[in-house]
């Protein structure tokens, strides 16, 4: 099948239909987790915010994948040897790329919820939503140092001289962003330490986006230049 065709029939692959049915499933998990917050009546254990927590998760990363799929498919990518290890290398800049937007919307859904942790009027949830960017800083952390499953497998094709140099220079702006935010939050937590606290997971979400986008902006570079 030619890559027109194969892009015609996208609903056929199964990686577009998982990437569905994770969104799918995000949404029905989130659904359920505000309607039985809702009927429960309660902030406070009940598990339900925990539930729509893993719904907002689920349809965020199905919708990462899906598109990452879609630009593979729009730079016709397709092959073994070299042109394997460009299509390798661009899901795994797409995924840089994507991820830090992800990480922001996270991080825009933890601020009311971080404004009831320093208010002390919430204990589960508020907590839940304030870790949730901090997963997504791991996970653009394990893309860009190639902890993950995916780089681990693949190592001969994404972990070449190169690829360890562009790392090294990303993570230098990283490592400042990480300093300075670290001294913020810590300034802030001698005035009130809860606040100090709560500052920690936005200054891991800035510097993992930080060595995240770098490192994917180094890399296109490094592939213009060929």
């Known amino acids: 099948m030619t890559d027109r065709g194969l892009q015609a029939r996208w609903w056929e692959r199964p990686a577009y239909q998982v990437a569905i049915a994770l969104m799918l499933a995000g949404v029905a998990t989130f659904a359920a987790g505000v309607l039985g917050d ?95 960017p901090v997963l997504y800083a791991w996970f653009i952390t394990a893309t860009t ?20 140099a562009l790392r090294m220079r990303a993570l230098t702006p990283a490592f400042t962003v990480l300093m300075a935010g670290v001294t913020i939050a810590l300034v802030l937590g001698l005035v009130r330490p809860l606040l100090g606290i709560v500052a920690l997971p936005f200054v891991l979400a800035a510097a ?19």
């Open 38 to 132: 809702r009927n429960a009546g309660s902030d406070v254990g009940n598990g339900w915010g925990f539930l729509a927590g893993f719904g907002v998760a689920g349809f965020f990363v199905g919708l990462v994948k899906l598109w990452i799929e879609h630009q593979i498919d729009l730079a016709g990518i397709e092959g073994g040897g070299a042109r394997k290890r460009e299509r390798m290398q661009a899901q795994r800049a797409s995924m840089l790329w994507a991820m830090p937007i992800v990480t922001v919307l996270m991080l825009g859904l933890a601020l009311e919820p971080a404004g009831d942790v320093l208010a002390g009027e919430t204990v589960g949830r508020g907590y839940f939503w304030l870790s949730m």
């Open 145 to 164: 140092m190639g902890w993950d499953v995916y780089s681990r497998k693949n190592r001969r094709f994404l972990d070449d001289e190169l690829t360890r």
């Open 208 to 226: 993992a986006a930080t060595a995240g986008i770098r490192f994917a902006w180094l890399e296109r570079e490094a592939g213009k230049d060929g």
